[in-house]
């Protein structure tokens, strides 16, 4: 017989370690099942600085290790694999992964977000050719070149920052002239000396051969149209839950955000969402985490009352 675990939990983001840190404390089976490597999105930024307890900051990556590392203290397992389908309703939870099908009285659903795409044509293609959505995964490749950020909010102005240490120039090109992102980046963004702004801007076309060789923009309010030489162009326009496995089972918003209360319960019994898929005000690392530790709290009610009651 298989073994049914207490808690399966789908992603292995801060939301997800979180959940299994205080699951496996709790004395519960926890399982995590992780595409790549832990950390999601947090694992691919380069410094936190608003995470409490790190003065002086902290790596994405460097964080998610040792946030794996403390549920695994208390036996909390991870698997990396796929989640392919999942079949959320009854009392044991399905899960099949690329290497098989794990079973689990309770489900975390934690598989956070991707970033969104301009929909422009050669996008897809130029991945990896002059087109990146992760400035921490990608800038060393633009190192003394010159790129382009896309995007007004918080990605984007902490991209170009980083960016701005690597490259000759950063452009920033934003659709209004006002950021979204937070105070805190405004003076160091100013101090950049090698930062342009394009404001007002709309990404309408990308040039390229084989690989980028620039954009072209529109400005919004003259229709003027300028071409912006650069090697690399990093999108940071916001990001699209990933959801599309949970489609028809779970409740989910407009925008494919999963509906869930502030016990992070769905709508269905023994499935909670936690993180950046979750439809919620605020995403940060720290109540990605807080949702993990609320979640775990009610598996815990939820593991004594209605399956051993
Ligand atoms: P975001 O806050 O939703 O910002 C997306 C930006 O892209 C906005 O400026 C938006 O413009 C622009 N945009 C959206 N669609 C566009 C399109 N089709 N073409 C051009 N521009 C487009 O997304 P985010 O920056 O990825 O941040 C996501 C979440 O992560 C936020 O909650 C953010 O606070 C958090 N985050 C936090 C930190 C941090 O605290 N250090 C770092 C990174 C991310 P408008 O402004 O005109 O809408």
């Known amino acids: 017989m298989p073994q049914v675990y207490d808690v399966l939990v789908i992603g292995g983001g801060p939301g997800g370690y979180t959940a299994a840190l205080y699951a496996a404390r709790a004395n519960l089976s926890v399982m995590v099942l992780e595409k790549l490597t832990p950390g999601g999105q947090m694992g691919t930024t380069d410094v936190i600085d608003n995470y409490p307890g790190f003065p002086e900051g902290v790596g994405g990556f460097e964080l998610a290790l040792q946030m794996q590392k403390g549920a695994q203290r208390f036996g909390a397992q991870t698997q990396l694999s796929e989640v392919i389908s999942v079949e959320l ?22 598989s956070g977000a991707h970033p969104r795409e301009l929909g422009l044509s050669g996008e897809q293609e130029l991945r990896g050719r002059g087109v990146s959505y992760c400035a921490t995964c990608d800038g060393m490749f633009y190192r003394g070149k010159t790129v382009a950020v896309v995007g007004g909010g918080n990605t984007a102005v902490s991209d170009v920052l980083y960016l701005s240490r690597l490259c000759q120039k950063v452009y920033l090109i934003h659709r209004r002239d006002q950021l979204r992102a937070s105070k805190v980046y405004l003076d160091p963004l100013q101090q950049a000396e090698n930062v342009e702004f394009v404001w007002d801007s709309q990404v309408q076309k990308l040039l390229y051969g084989d690989m980028l060789t620039g954009v072209q923009v529109r400005h919004k309010k003259t229709g003027e149209l300028r071409e912006i030489p650069c090697d690399g162009l990093f999108v940071a326009v916001g990001h699209v839950p990933n959801t599309e496995l949970y ?18 319960q769905t709508n269905l019994p023994g499935v ?31 593991v004594s009352t209605t399956l051993q009651g």
């Open 247 to 264: 489609q028809g089972q779970v409740e989910l918003d407009q925008a494919g955000y999963v509906l869930a209360d502030e016990t992070t």
């Open 272 to 302: 909670f969402a936690v993180g950046d898929l979750r439809k919620k005000p605020l995403r940060q690392v720290i109540t990605a985490a807080s949702d993990g530790a609320v979640a775990a709290h009610f598996i815990e009610e939820y």
């Open 89 to 110: 309703g009854g009392t044991v939870k399905q899960v099949r992964t690329q290497d098989g099908t794990y079973q689990a009285r309770t489900v975390v659903l934690a």
